[in-house]
């Protein structure tokens, strides 16, 4: 069974920054494609940045190009999203994912909040 659980959500000022973690259980890590969305009460969730399975692409939502950086360790079988400079439009729900040809995968999701 694969598991997924997210880390590192919290509440910052517009300007900060937070390093969220997912950790992925069960499955073979090297075969899945990583990604994280986010979703605000009422809206759909949005696709936000992916990674593929050997780490050499990253792929990023124009909003959060520049800002945020997507990465995966397969020593701790993780995938991070580091998110700088936040603005108050980031505020949502983080979810992580992971799909290989068995099918998606998502955590529970964590809170990201940002005040301005």
């Known amino acids: 069974q694969v598991q997924l659980v997210e880390s590192g959500g919290g509440s910052v000022q517009a300007g900060g920054s937070l390093n969220l973690s997912c950790v992925v259980s069960?499955?073979?890590?090297?075969?899945?494609?990583l990604g994280w969305y986010r979703q605000v009460p009422g809206e759909e969730r949005w696709w936000v940045a992916g990674?593929?399975?050997?780490?050499?692409?990253?792929y990023y939502t124009d909003s959060v190009k520049g800002r945020f950086t997507i990465s995966r360790s397969s020593a701790k079988n993780t995938v991070d999203l580091q998110m700088t400079s936040l603005k108050p439009e980031d505020t949502a729900l983080y979810y992580c994912?992971?799909?290989?040809?068995?099918?998606?995968?998502w955590g529970q999701g964590t809170q990201v909040t940002v005040s301005s």
């Open positions: 994912t992971a799909g290989d040809s068995q099918g998606d995968y």
């Open positions: 069960g499955g073979r890590f090297s075969d899945y494609k």
């Open positions: 990674i593929d399975e050997s780490g050499t692409r990253t």
